[in-house]
């Protein structure tokens, strides 16, 4: 039974991605900026009642210090059109008793009176702010003495208005904010998951169908590009494979008929017999190329699988890392919904949000890098045309394109090449000598070891490139030496070794190249290869 591994929506992550990057940016900025313009009022407030006090204080001194009651009280009568001030107390200090007496008060009209506040003066010396109102109590001075103390009461009816209305633009602005990204989540989501789906369909009738000669079609995003690509290469050759096996089964048939009319006709004279034997010959060389084209195939084989291990683990943490932002993203919006988010757990969510990002970006980076090296090497094998190119950047091209065979064994490879050595010539045999020569050190040279070096010196000696390959491996045995770029030439027969990777790399290198190859090697000392071939 094959187990149906959760996934989640594209257009779910990027709805919940980008809608609560909006408003949660979008309600800080505006809170903050509410908060500004509350504070600022809330302080003005303060300021112009305190500057009446201050004149009620500067008017009743001389009224206060003489004990002339009504002749203040139609001061404060003067008072009446302010809206805000709700109560003024005006207290007297008794002239050598140092006692604070009620001496008069404005009540708005309709206002109940309020206890008096003598007892207060010390704690209300500093404003204090309640839901409605505010108070405060200055003293009264004249010539530097103190007389007696104002104490003023004010409505916050202008200041608690303000803050209704920024409350209710405040929701006006979020509901648009999250309508607008809405819309720009569902024109995203179908700009990048239509070719995803059109890539999808394609792959499915080539499955259903078993028709390879279908190719996908290239996106205008360079990553569905690559990846098209790289799918259409795979095509290419599952096509040419089965279109090899299939006239390879021909092939044997058509021998296997040929056998049974020799049987059949054993008699037919001496010359047949040889024009059949001569036939069989060059379809045995055919078979031998084949063979060789086979090998080919199925290091590129390794590679893909080695490839698609590798980006399965980069892809999968960055899977983790949204599913991650995605769950604390909900958190806060719960929290938001029931009005009990904090400002610690948002400053948590927003330092969580950063390293999650953070680990997709970096991971995905990787899984890129490996595509675009995968991408390079796999296209150079699949063409033999000249080229110019980087040297040093085609190794670390082949280097990271086995990576995944060779990253957890215990053998380094040293690369000594110029970084300014950049040659016209072809990348794709070269690339192929290269891993079956490393291929081959893994395998044979160091079997058995725990620990192992190869070393590759690149130089341009006289208008040709010189290739120095060498390991400290187990080497190889006189009477194999002689013999070891024949093809079926192995160590390993029986046990999965073909005998053609240095037979495929003489022949790479004498006919594709046009060079030359040495072989010096005594056993216990490993091997070491001279490889010389023209180039621009």
């Known amino acids: ?29 505006i809170s903050i900026f509410a908060n500004m313009i509350i504070t600022d009022t809330k302080i003005q407030t303060e300021q112009n009642v305190k ?34 001030i709700n109560y003024v107390h005006i207290y007297r200090i008794v002239p050598n008793s140092n006692e604070v007496r009620f001496f008069t008060s404005y009540n708005r009209r309709d206002y109940p009176a309020i206890p008096e506040k003598q007892n207060e ?10 839901p409605t109102y505010l108070e405060f109590i200055i003293p009264i001075k004249e010539d530097g003495t103190t007389h007696g103390y104002v104490y003023v009461q004010s409505n916050l009816n202008h200041l608690n208005s303000l803050t209704r209305n920024i409350i209710i633009t405040l929701i006006f602005f979020i509901v648009i904010a999250l309508i607008s990204t809405l819309i720009i989540v569902a024109k995203l989501q179908h700009t990048i998951t239509t070719p995803i789906k059109t890539l999808i369909s394609t792959i499915q009738q080539v499955s259903k169908g078993k028709d390879y000669s279908i190719r996908c079609d290239f996106p205008a995003y360079r990553e569905l590009y690559l990846l098209s690509q790289n799918i259409n290469i795979l095509l290419d050759r599952t096509e040419k494979n089965f279109a090899k096996k299939d006239s390879a089964e021909k092939n044997a048939l058509m021998l296997n008929d040929d ?55 980069p892809i999968g943490l960055g ?6 932002l995605s769950d604390r993203i ?20 927003l330092n969580e949000g950063a390293e999650n990002v953070a680990i997709i970006y970096r991971n995905l980076k990787r899984a890129a890098d490996l595509i675009s090296s995968f991408k390079k090497v796999a296209v150079d094998q699949s063409h033999e045309e000249s080229r110019f190119f980087n040297m040093t950047e085609l190794l670390n091209d082949v280097l990271l394109t086995l990576a995944p065979q060779i990253k957890n064994l215990p053998f380094k490879i040293e690369l000594n090449c110029p970084d300014d050595l950049s040659v016209t010539s072809k990348p794709g045999p070269i690339i192929q000598i290269l891993i079956n020569l490393i291929l081959n050190s893994i395998i044979h040279g160091f079997e058995g070891k725990e620990q192992g070096t190869i070393i590759i010196t690149v130089s341009l000696i006289n208008g040709q ?46 006919q594709a190249l046009g060079g030359s190859i040495k072989l010096e090697s005594e056993p216990g000392k490993g091997v070491h290869f001279e490889i010389n071939f023209p180039v621009n």
């Open 1 to 29: 039974m094959t187990l149906v591994k959760k996934t989640i929506s594209i257009r779910r992550t990027l709805l919940v991605m980008i809608v609560g990057f909006a408003l949660a940016v979008l309600i800080l900025s």
């Open 51 to 84: 500057q009446l006090a201050n004149f009620i204080a500067s008017q009743s001194a001389s009224d206060v210090k003489n004990n002339r009651y009504n002749t203040f009280n139609q001061t404060l009568s003067s008072i009446e059109f302010m809206e805000n």
């Open 121 to 130: 003066i010390n704690a209300l010396s500093v404003t204090k702010f309640y």
């Open 259 to 313: 056998l049974k009319d020799k049987l059949s006709n054993r008699t037919d004279a001496l010359k047949e017999s040889n024009h059949e034997l001569l036939s069989t010959l060059e379809k045995l060389h055919q078979f031998q190329g084949q063979l060789v084209e086979s090998e080919k195939m199925a290091s590129l084989g390794d590679m893909v699988a080695g490839v698609a291990h590798e980006v399965n683990t």
């Open 319 to 324: 899977v983790t890392a949204s599913t991650l």
């Open 330 to 349: 909900n958190e806060i919006k719960v929290a938001y919904d029931d009005k009990t988010l904090k400002s610690s757990q948002l400053k948590k969510f």
């Open 465 to 510: 490139l010189n290739i120095m390959y060498q390991d400290d491996g187990l080497g190889i045995e006189q009477e194999m030496k002689n013999k070891v770029f024949e093809p079926f030439t192995t160590t390993k027969r029986g046990s999965g070794g073909s005998g053609l990777g240095l037979h495929l790399v003489y022949n790479l290198i004498t």
